[in-house]
């Protein structure tokens, strides 16, 4: 359990170097002051106003981003040969107060994080100035793709493809077409035998899952081409974790990505199967 009290130097204990390497006990001693972490997190984005302008003006938004990305960092640190993190001791030989210690380890990752997002912005608007006008695309959903999302949503059981596939495939790519139904279909949709997808489809019970959709669906709506996105639907079709979808991906990074990959394989089968544009 999460707790905003001061961290102490046993607390923080294995995350330092010196200590023999425990992934379990990493993952736990960051969970165990994640309120304290998100604040010293919080208190550097607040106060870059370029990059909370990027985000709407929301500074806590930006703030999850950018503890997301931070816990990815730091477990990449702690866990990297010479395992843990250094601590500089005082000219008393003491190592100081452990919560000021901590609070600057987090509002550094802090920095950093806004620091790749400026320098991403710079490469982004760099490709832009070099890049020609581009000439108007034709819109990929022509009448015979509509007439195919049509009749797939008429008779998604026979479509061909399985409703998981077809299910996320509709929420990436046109969203206010998921509607219970399909949800249903797709939660006891049970895989043939020998199918690479396995037998297991949705992990969540129908309802559970129908009102996850459509709080993402609230979210995300027009923006479900970003990893954030595609991380919760993850999170929502492919889990049963109980937390949020950045406590998900911190605690289990693994899991996250194989289910994100997942998703995304099926969107993808969905699309090529009915000769429907790719999410």
């Not at 070099?130 to 959903?141: F, I, K, L, V």
């Not at 079709?237 to 109980?242: A, E, Y």
């Not at 990074?253 to 429907?276: E, N, S």
Request: charged fraction near 25%.
């Amino acid at each position: 359990m999460s707790s905003d009290a001061r961290p102490t130097w046993p607390d923080l204990a294995p995350l330092l170097r010196g200590t023999q390497l425990d992934r379990d006990a990493v993952w736990a001693a960051i969970e165990r002051h994640a309120e304290f972490t998100y604040g010293a997190v919080r208190r550097v984005i607040a106060g870059a106003r370029d990059v909370t302008a990027r985000h709407d003006g929301n500074a806590d938004l930006a703030a999850r981003e950018a503890l997301s990305w931070s816990i990815d960092r730091l477990y990449a640190r702690v866990v990297k040969p010479p395992p843990g993190l250094p601590v500089s001791a005082r000219r008393d030989g003491s190592p100081g107060d452990a919560a000021a210690w901590y609070r600057l380890v987090w509002a550094n990752l802090a920095r950093d994080w806004c620091k790749a997002q400026r320098r991403q912005w710079r490469r982004e608007e760099a490709l832009d100035d070099a890049r020609p006008p581009a000439s108007p695309e034709p819109d990929p959903w022509d009448d015979a793709a509509l007439r195919g999302l049509q009749n797939l949503l008429a008779r998604p059981e026979r479509s061909g493809v399985s409703a998981t596939h077809v299910l996320t495939y509709l929420a990436l790519v046109k969203p206010d077409r998921v509607d219970a139904r399909l949800v249903d279909l797709a939660t006891t949709f049970i895989a043939s035998a020998g199918s690479r997808s396995g037998a297991m489809g949705l992990v969540r019970p129908s309802a559970e899952t129908w009102t996850l959709l459509q709080r993402w669906r609230d979210t995300h709506d027009g923006a479900t081409d970003t990893s954030r996105a595609r991380i919760t639907l993850a999170w929502i079709l492919r889990s049963q974790d109980d937390g949020d979808p950045a406590t998900w991906k911190a605690r289990a990074p693994a899991d996250a990505r194989t289910a994100t990959v997942t998703v995304g394989k099926w969107a993808i089968r969905c699309a090529d199967a009915l000769q429907l544009p790719r999410a």
